[in-house]
């Protein structure tokens, strides 16, 4: 009898910051436009010693903006890659427990080949800087450790099962193995 199970991407989760990504570029690519036209008004303040296209002051409105760019770009296409991702962040079968880890790296483990499986909670605080008002927001880690090699973990906050769901799943396939970390 094959039984497996696959847990993937929630959409929704990523669809929000893929949208913060594109008005996060499309407000520094308007900003250095902005920027690069009033150039023209007033490039030659502080730099009369300065000639050619790169000045000073284009410098500084140019490479800091390029930066930010790069910034929301990759928050916008590793968002956009994960909300069109088919791909399994953790699957399970017969055969082993397959996990895509960071960067998109997919590790592949018999269920011979695990010591154990931990579940992880880490708390992550957050001030803002406008008010001063502080918050905090829970990250769900499964922590997966082979006899040979070391640890691979993968966010499961965002995933569309609960760690209910994972690790009854993990524990119906493999009774053997050893979950830390949680009580059920």
Same mark, same amino acid.
């Given at each position: ?7 993937r ?8 910051r893929? =949208?913060?990504?594109?008005?996060y ?14 150039m023209?008004?007033?490039?030659? +303040?502080?730099? $009369?010693?300065? #000639?050619?296209i790169?000045? @000073? ?7 800091? @903006? ?19 991702s088919?791909s399994a ?8 427990? #397959? =996990? ?14 695990l010591e ?23 990250? $769900?880690?499964?922590?997966v450790? @082979? ?5 691979v973990s ?10 209910d769901?994972?690790?009854s799943? +993990?524990?119906? =396939?493999? @009774? +053997?193995? $050893?979950?830390?970390g949680?009580?059920?």
């Open positions: 009898m094959m039984s497996n199970f696959h847990y991407y929630r959409k929704s989760a990523f669809l929000w893929f =949208i913060f990504g594109l008005v570029v499309g407000f520094i690519l308007f900003w250095m436009r902005m920027a690069w036209s009033m023209g008004n007033f490039s030659h +303040i502080g730099n $009369e010693t300065s #000639t050619g790169f000045t @000073p002051m284009r410098g500084m409105f140019t490479i800091i @903006p390029l930066i930010l760019l790069a910034v929301g770009l990759y928050i916008a296409f590793t968002s956009l890659f994960k909300v069109l088919t962040v953790i699957a399970g079968d017969d055969q082993g427990l #397959t =996990i895509k880890g960071t960067w998109f790296k997919k590790y592949h483990f018999a269920w011979s080949d154990y499986v931990r579940y992880e909670q880490q708390t992550r605080f957050y001030q803002n800087t406008n008010n001063m008002a502080t918050g905090s927001y829970l990250q $769900e880690y499964l922590m450790k @082979p006899k040979v090699g070391r640890t993968v966010n499961i906050s965002q995933l569309d099962g609960s760690v769901d994972i690790l799943d +993990i524990r119906r =396939i493999a @009774p +053997i193995l $050893e979950i830390k949680f009580s059920q």
